[in-house]
């Protein structure tokens, strides 16, 4: 059965930087392009980016540009997440999804379980 | 950026009960319109894709119609387990969320 399993929740201070990981399993890895979507606490989800498992190539939300670094490992399966500058603004809910359709992307069929990210001084 | 907007925020509904969620985009999508379920402390569930075909496994309960700019996400008879948050997605422009819909039990 497809699963995403992401890493575990993490503390940053304001400033640092936080890299964040989500292994894929039960289907084929390079087939699906995979996406990582944020949730602050109460908000509506926040599409942060793609990328495309073969290729590596990355498209990132306008919001994130400068901030936020896609990167994936074929061998593993593996995409991982970083975002720089963190503000306390960054605490949410981290998860990586999947897209089931190669020519509209956009929407996701399997998620991950999520990864808490708390930003605090 | 296509603003997406729901409504109403909230609905107070009862087991049995029809209830439709209405989408209404701020430029048109065509059909590519996605509906989720959501419950505390978990990940958003795949409903709805392209407006109106359902997710693989979801209850026929669940329906979506809709073009353009205006989509609803209907339930025709609400069980104990559709209580739940709701969101729209269109996936044309990027990606962007409603603000979601949180059905209560009356």
């Known amino acids: 059965q497809v699963q995403l399993l992401q890493s575990g929740a993490d503390v940053k201070k304001p400033g640092a930087s936080v890299k964040l990981s989500c292994k894929a399993s039960g289907y084929t890895f390079t087939s699906y392009y995979l996406n990582w979507v944020r949730q602050a606490p109460g908000q509506r989800p926040e599409w942060m980016g793609i990328?495309?498992?073969?290729?590596?190539?990355?498209s990132y939300a306008q919001t994130f540009q400068g901030r936020v670094t896609m990167t994936r490992d074929t061998s593993t399966s593996t995409v991982d997440m970083q975002l720089s500058s963190l503000k306390s603004e960054d605490t949410a809910k981290y998860y990586c999804?999947?897209?089931?359709?190669?020519?509209?992307?956009?929407?996701?069929?399997?998620w991950g379980q999520g990864t808490l990210v708390t930003v605090s001084s | 950026d296509t603003q997406m907007t729901q409504s109403p925020s909230t609905l107070s509904a009862s087991v049995g009960d029809r209830v439709t969620i209405t989408c209404r985009a701020s430029q048109t999508i065509s059909s590519w319109l996605a509906w989720y379920q959501q419950k505390p402390g978990k990940a958003p569930k795949l409903l709805i894709y392209q407006a109106s075909n359902l997710e693989s496994g979801v209850p026929s309960r669940f329906s979506g119609s809709g073009s353009g700019t205006e989509f609803t996400l209907t339930i025709s008879s609400l069980q104990p387990d559709d209580f739940a948050t709701y969101y729209c997605q269109q996936y044309i422009y990027y990606s962007t969320f409603g603000q979601g819909t949180k059905l209560e039990i009356k």
């Open positions: 990328i495309n498992p073969t290729s590596g190539s990355t």
């Open positions: 999804a999947r897209s089931p359709n190669w020519n509209h992307p956009y929407y996701f069929d399997y």
